[in-house]
């Protein structure tokens, strides 16, 4: 349900098709998917481990969700802004396009105060970084299905 949320999110964002409905649809399936799967997996964990693991073991799940989402939260920021900024000096011309292009990654407030094209520029980049970054996430979702059919299920504490 997650990796089907994060396509749908990314599929509906702009890339193929713009539609508010299914990129909310996508967006309750991704985090309804994201907390079952959390939730599923930490309690999995509790069960396998006996009652002296049991601490270490969500200990270990926490750190590895909060590590997890800090991690894709960066590379998501990371590819956005370089997309971002990428676009933006492809897509401006003339003399100031490197100020254009640091006041509007500082804040969209400046797009008031562009000209009607270099306003239209300015979005059509944003649509363009963030469907990359919703791509990449999409990826990763996938990257993790596959993964995840490689698990295989052992007791804790036994050699």
């Known amino acids: 349900m997650f990796g089907a949320g994060v396509t749908m999110v990314a599929v509906n964002a702009g890339t193929v098709k713009h539609s508010i409905l299914w990129f909310v649809v996508g967006l309750l399936a991704h ?4 907390g079952c799967g959390s939730n599923t997996s930490l309690i999995s964990l509790i069960a396998n ?4 693991d049991q601490a270490i073991a969500t ?3 926490y750190l590895f969700r909060s590590l997890g989402q800090v ?6 920021n990371t590819i956005l802004q370089d997309v971002l900024r990428r676009t933006l000096h492809e897509k401006l011309h003339g003399q ?3 100020k254009i292009v640091r006041r509007v990654r500082e804040s969209l407030d400046y797009l008031e105060k562009l000209d009607p094209e270099a306003r239209g520029i300015v979005r059509y980049s944003y649509q363009h970084a963030l469907n990359a970054a919703f791509w990449v996430m999409a990826c990763s979702a996938g990257l993790a299905l596959v993964t995840s059919l490689f698990i ?3 007791e804790l504490g036994k050699k």
């Open 31 to 34: 985090g309804l998917g994201g």
């Open 59 to 61: 200990a270990g799940s």
């Open 96 to 98: 100031d396009v490197d």
């Open 49 to 52: 481990a006996g009652p002296a």
């Open 152 to 154: 295989r299920e052992t």
């Open 71 to 76: 991690t894709g939260l960066a590379i998501a």
